[in-house]
């Protein structure tokens, strides 16, 4: 007894740095579930305040950029509006309509929320981004986040003002993309060496794709707007043991530079959750 | 100045260095990333005691990993250091370390030679830690061994930088 006592008076500062080596490990192998751990969501809203302040700073240096790209996008919206668009008088033509509900009127899936990044990393094998938006102002987990020029990421944690989100230079990304010509459905992860480059697999040889072409979420994501633009398309490989390319893709937005996002919510989530899980239980 | 005062506003100005310009700076390279944070152990007083040391390098890498969003990636690295200090201190000193007053490592009181060492050696020793945690998770022993070496240089350099350039008020002996 006296010598285990003797032992761990000898080795107690080892024994300490054990512990919380320990302690760090498990912390840092459980970085999936933390976000949404107490001290996670705590750590998110301080070091967010923080951001926010330096942020205000920051971004006085790129007011110019910035609003250079909302101008483009305010054209590219503008010429979208229907009183800009005309149709052939031909096909015009005056019917007395008995139905009295219109079922040819559209609503809305995708609502855009604006979001303003506070921080931001490119450097790391895992990188996130915070937004400052969060459960007070209606962003959930697993909304989307998309920047003026393309898709950003996923929100993965949300604390009461700020959120956490997982952006496309992610170890752990996959995204369901298309070829915006048409066929050809791939999946986009990210090599973790060049911030400016993603990876598109399992497109297909039967495709013809060429360099330039341009990348975009799919129609069947349930969180992302179909057609949003993920990157062009910057190098073609063939994949020499199975029957698909391997593509490089540039991303087309500049994951260094983004200090405005759109946090995506889908109002049909809900609903298409619902029917997975019964598809599940069956 | 007590020293503890004036290592609390040291902290936070190399931490506000490290999160908010290091972190911010466009990579120049996929392999470089500026690690300058642990300066901050490198120059705690000698006689402060490991037990000490463990919890100050604990506490820092919490800090950090809490602005990268990586949690336990640095506070591990840090504290590899924090707790290998004292026997790098040993090894270069003759001097028993409970003779010491407040002095810290500097290039006056170690020498330029035996404190370039002490750097060399404890940034290899948290970057490596901290490289092969990451490279664990994914990645290619080039790419490990490659951004070791890119990575410990930067650091080395930024440390030396502010070394240099950070006039510590030293007694000179």
Redesign the interface.
């Known amino acids: 007894m006296r010598n285990i006592f003797l032992f761990i008076r000898r080795y107690a ?2 024994i ?2 054990l512990i ?2 320990t ?9 999936n579930r ?2 949404s751990t107490l001290y ?1 969501m705590f ?2 809203e ?2 967010g305040r ?2 926010d302040r ?1 942020d205000n700073v ?1 971004s006085y240096f790129s007011l110019r950029e910035e609003n250079e790209k909302l101008r483009a996008q305010n054209a590219q919206l503008l010429s979208q509006l229907p009183s800009g668009q005309l149709f052939a008088d031909t096909t015009k033509r005056l019917v007395r309509d008995t139905v009295k509900i219109d079922s040819t009127n559209s609503y809305r899936q995708f609502e855009f929320m604006d979001a303003h990044v506070i ?1 931001n ?6 990188n ?1 981004m915070m937004l400052h938006r969060g459960s007070n102002q209606g962003v959930q987990a697993n909304m989307a986040v998309v920047g003026p020029e393309g898709v950003i990421g996923t929100v993965i944690g949300v604390s009461s003002n700020m959120s ?1 989100v997982m952006s496309l230079l992610h ?1 752990q990304t996959k995204l369901i993309a298309v070829l915006k010509k048409g066929s050809g459905l791939g999946e986009i992860v990210w090599d ?4 400016q480059t993603l990876i598109l697999n399992k497109i297909p040889k039967t495709v013809v794709v060429k360099v330039g072409d341009t990348v975009v979420t799919s129609p069947y994501s349930d969180r992302f707007p179909p057609g949003m633009n993920i990157g062009f398309v910057s190098a073609v490989t063939n994949d020499q043991e199975t029957n698909t390319y391997i593509l490089k893709v540039r991303t087309a937005i500049d994951f ?1 530079n983004v200090h405005h996002a759109f946090v995506v919510k889908n109002k049909l989530q809900n609903e298409m959750d619902e029917l997975k899980s019964k598809l599940n239980k069956e | 100045m007590n020293v503890v005062i004036k290592n609390i506003i040291r902290l936070i100005l190399i931490m506000f260095v490290q999160v908010f310009i290091l972190n911010n700076i466009t990579p120049l390279h996929q392999l470089i990333v500026p690690y300058f944070y642990f300066i901050f152990i490198l120059w705690l007083p000698f006689k402060t005691s490991r037990v000490a040391l463990l919890f100050i390098g604990f506490l820092v890498g919490m800090l950090v990993d809490m602005f990268y969003k990586t949690p336990g990636l640095h506070t591990a690295a840090v504290l590899l250091l924090a707790y290998l200090r004292p026997f790098v201190i040993g090894l270069l000193m003759p001097k028993e370390i409970t003779e010491w007053g407040n002095e810290e490592p500097t290039r006056f009181t170690m020498g330029l030679a035996p404190f370039t060492t002490y750097v060399i050696i404890l940034t290899l020793m948290h970057n490596g830690y901290l490289i092969l945690l990451e490279w664990m998770n994914f990645g290619s022993f080039l790419y490990f061994m490659g951004k070791l070496i890119a990575t410990s240089s930067v650091s080395l350099i930024l440390v030396m930088i502010g070394e240099l350039f950070i006039h510590r008020k030293t007694r000179n002996r």
């Open positions: 500062i080892f300490l740095f919380m080596q302690t760090a490990l498990s912390m840092l192998f459980s970085y933390f976000h996670g750590s998110s301080v070091s923080l951001n330096v920051y921080s990393s490119v450097f790391l094998q895992q996130y956490t170890r973790g060496k060049d911030p260094s």
